[in-house]
């Protein structure tokens, strides 16, 4: 990589620290370090913008994969560390024409606050002069024939002239800079007709206005001109106005991060350090009013939280010492001390957070295939063009340019570019107000289209109760005490993330934890791990272990040593609050509700029975799982899977649509298509409602695309559309398009 001179705030970009506040890292088996950076990109207005900058992040080396939308104005940019640097990127895009800055609070604030400066003055110049040009061409409306002199005519032509410069040079820079870009690389974008229409309207104009009855003839169009380059740059104006609004609101929910934070010295002082800085171990001080900086548990005083962006509760949540908070969560009662366990990348905010970034840079295959269109389309609105030029030029020569101007105005496909995206980003911000964050925006169309909805039981259908676990222990556990099993039980439940072990591990009557080695999670059928004596202690099924069928109303896990059980816990299975009603929500609309469980196939049929569910499968293994799914998916049956253990990660993978809940386990997680962070089976039912109205949305966009240009150009062909009332239109289409979607997100 050649060494350049950079900026100096290119330079703060490169320092690791300040890499990590917009990327994500991984590590690949090699040893090679990935980051993923999240870049606001500032002058898109179009798929074929996206598309341009998408190939010049492409051509950079050390780049792996970049994906851009132009709808949310984001790229995601994969790359390898050591091979190339986030100021590499930023200039790359800058040589394309547009401008990147770090998907961060500060960095999208200044980016957009220039953007918005720009586009004010762009169509406050344009608007001015467009007045001041009426204001010339209205003695030639007015007067009667004759009246006006050739010589006065030609004098106010050439102050149109001259007032059409700034407009051109100015005000339509976006369009024509847009065209060139797209040009030069070869291919057509959504600037090229208006830019040709601009172009070819101004030197039409410039040649009738200094030659009079030459080539051009003696009309000039300088005032349809320089309305049309208003009316679309007022479009495009309310169009970011109307983003901007979404990424402040978006922002207000996910930008609670604080910069610095109160560390607590050796001393009981405080100093204020940067968030950056910050390592595990650190213990902070946190003020009311606060966001917690990073994940830990409180070690000193009591207070209530704020959790409604990570839970989606919007009830506070008391805390005491010792027990766990989150990033991005807020301090509502007392000043209290975190000790810090995870930071950064780690924390369940950024978690969210890089979803977010994520499922805005993803295309649904629709799309794409729709881009594909999008070149042909254009060449046959230029060529349709040329034709109507030619029409009219033996019709009437003197109207030739001006139709053919209107149809290149009139035919400009952004209000069908942009039907779909503005939709389904609405609708994916719209869901992740109400608890449900997509990985994946084709989830939207999954969740609109599901037939069949097979959920798990424990930890999704079910939660922990009051938390109060009752062992029994069995004749082989008889050597070892109540204290001494719990304690077994306890230290290994605090490994694990299923439901069962977080209720354990809240469980206070344990003893003596236990220093494990050679730890294992085996899939379906718990945890274990070697004890200092050398004995294998597992926490989960046991083989050989009691019929539990007359359990009750309990759902039990075992602790056996060495393969046989010991001892067994209790607990009470409850219902989530909300399960009933959700899954006859879903019935109503439609939906094949089923449940597929690892638990004892009485107790599942029992809360099969709760629900009102008829197909309640139990005892299964991840296998059987996967095996339900595909037979449902060889039916022809759009499946959709919900789930939270490390055992419901195949199915979540082979899924046509897939969510984890939010408290599950992080390889769900990560083979899901989106996240309940809420844990709220009610917000499953809304974000399917959100979906249906988001495709309802995608279709009313694109009828009013289509109707709008089977009307409009004709028209155009027939002269009676006039350039700057095809630029009017054009420009409310596209805004009708945008403000039709935006509905979604609110």
């Known amino acids: 990589m050649a060494a350049t001179t950079l900026s100096p705030d290119l330079q703060v970009l490169d320092d690791e620290r300040e890499i990590g506040c917009f990327s994500r890292w991984r590590t690949t088996d090699s040893g090679q370090r990935l980051a993923e950076s999240s870049l606001r990109i500032g002058g898109m207005h179009c798929t074929a913008c996206a598309t341009t900058v998408e190939r010049a992040l492409r051509a950079v080396d050390g780049v792996l994969d970049a994906r851009v939308s132009a709808a949310s104005a984001c790229a995601t940019v994969q790359w390898a560390f050591g091979e190339t640097r986030p100021s590499v990127l930023v200039e790359a895009v800058a040589r394309a024409g547009y401008q990147a800055v770090p998907d961060t609070a500060a960095g999208v604030r200044s980016l957009r606050q220039k953007e918005s400066r720009d586009a004010a003055w762009r169509l406050f110049v344009a608007a001015f002069c467009a007045m001041q040009v009426m204001m010339l061409a209205t003695p030639a409306y007015l007067g009667e024939a004759g009246h006006l002199l050739a010589e006065h005519k030609r004098v106010l032509d050439w102050g149109s002239w001259l007032l059409s410069l700034p407009v051109m040079v100015f005000s339509a820079g976006p369009f024509l800079t847009g065209a060139w870009r797209s040009l030069r690389g070869r291919r057509i974008g959504m600037d090229v007709p208006a830019a040709l229409g601009m172009l070819v309207a101004f030197v039409a104009s410039t040649g009738a206005a200094f030659d009079p009855g030459g080539l051009f003839g003696r009309e000039v169009y300088f005032d349809s001109l320089t309305m049309f380059v208003s009316f679309l740059l007022a479009g495009r104006y309310l169009e970011m106005c109307a ?19 109160l560390k607590m010295n050796a001393d009981g002082g405080t100093t204020p350090i940067s968030v950056l800085r910050l390592q595990a171990g650190d213990v902070v001080c946190v003020p009311v009013g606060e966001a917690f900086c990073a994940d830990g548990v409180l070690t000193q005083g009591a207070t209530r939280v704020d959790e409604s962006l990570l839970t989606g509760e919007s009830a506070a949540v008391s805390k005491a010492s010792g027990d766990a908070v989150v990033a991005g969560s807020l301090n509502l009662s007392a000043p209290v001390a975190m000790r810090v366990d995870r930071l950064g990348a780690d924390t369940r905010y950024e978690a969210i957070v890089a979803m977010m970034r994520g499922a805005r840079t993803q295309r649904p295959a629709s799309l794409s295939q729709a881009d594909r269109w999008a070149g042909p389309f254009l060449w046959g609105v230029l060529a349709l063009a040329v034709g109507a030029a030619a029409v009219w030029s033996q019709i009437d020569p003197a109207r030739s340019v001006w139709v053919a101007v209107s149809v290149l105005i009139v035919t400009c496909p952004c209000a069908l570019s942009l039907a779909a995206p503005s939709a389904l980003l609405s609708a994916a911000t719209g869901m992740a107000r109400r608890g449900l964050l997509l990985r994946r925006i084709e989830a939207i169309e999954g969740l609109a289209s599901m037939d069949v909805l097979f959920i798990d039981k424990t930890g999704t259908l079910t939660e922990g109760g009051d938390g109060q676990v009752r062992m029994v222990r069995l004749d082989a556990g008889t050597r070892w005490g109540d204290d001494e099993l719990r304690g077994k039980a306890w230290s290994l439940a605090n490994w694990s993330t299923h439901p069962l072990s977080r209720m354990l591990a809240k469980d206070s009557l344990h003893g003596e934890a236990e220093v494990w080695v050679d730890l294992k999670e085996i899939r379906g059928q718990g945890l274990e791990g070697c004890a200092r004596d050398g004995a294998v202690w597992r926490l989960g099924k046991a083989p050989g272990a009691p019929d539990a069928e007359a359990c009750g109303f309990e759902t039990e896990t075992w602790l056996s040593r060495d393969g046989r059980p010991v001892a067994c816990f209790y607990f009470q299975d409850t219902l989530r609050p909300d399960a009933l009603a959700a899954v006859q929500a879903l019935a ?30 139990g005892g299964l293994s991840p296998a059987d799982k996967l095996a339900s799914v595909k037979e449902a998916q060889g039916r022809g049956l759009h499946v959709a899977m919900l789930g939270d253990g490390i055992n419901d990660a195949p199915v979540l993978a082979q899924a046509d649509t897939s969510i984890a809940m939010g408290a599950g386990a992080r390889i769900a997680r990560a083979q899901a298509d989106g996240v309940l962070v809420s844990n709220s089976l009610q917000d499953l039912v809304q974000a399917r409602a959100l979906a249906r109205r988001a495709l309802g949305v995608v279709r009313q966009n694109l009828a009013w695309a289509a109707l709008y240009n089977l009307v409009c150009v004709p028209l155009a062909l027939a002269g009676m559309l006039p350039p700057w009332a095809a630029g009017l239109g054009m420009a409310c289409s596209s805004l009708v398009v945008v403000l039709n979607a935006w509905r979604l997100s609110r």
Do not use: I, K, W, Y
């Open 243 to 261: 983003r901007h609004q979404a990424e402040r609101s978006l922002e207000a929910s996910f930008g609670r991060m604080p910069e610095v934070a």
């Open 588 to 617: 109503r609309d439609g939906v094949t509700v089923a449940m597929l469980s690892g638990d004892h196939p009485v107790r599942v049929m029992r809360t099969g029975r709760q629900l009102g569910l008829s197909a309640c499968l």
